[in-house]
């Protein structure tokens, strides 16, 4: 094998995952940490969604500036 077919190739040579003597986890947990970290940002996105000044907007029929200034005290001071 030359230099350059090498350079192409390096990384089927190197040893990763499970085969690293300092790796601490498998594929099984590496697959499951992934699926978690998914549930999060889906969960995330769905309160994102019907938490963020729009969707309260369109919960309470106002408009989304008027969500906004009650959140920021602008408005409703007293509440």
């Known amino acids: 094998m030359t230099r350059a077919e090498y350079e192409q ?3 089927e040579f190197c040893r990763r995952g499970k085969d690293l003597p ?3 986890l498998d594929e099984s947990s590496v697959n499951l940490i992934r699926e978690l970290h998914a549930y999060k940002v889906a969960e995330i996105k769905k309160l ?11 919960k309470f029929g106002v408009h989304v500036r008027t969500i906004e200034k009650a ?4 408005t409703w001071k007293h509440a």
């Not at 994102?48 to 369109?58: H, I, K, Q």
């Open 9 to 11: 190739r390096r990384f």
């Open 48 to 58: 994102n969604d019907s938490l963020s000044a729009t969707g309260l907007a369109e």
């Open 71 to 74: 959140l920021r005290y602008e």
């Open 22 to 24: 300092q790796s601490k």
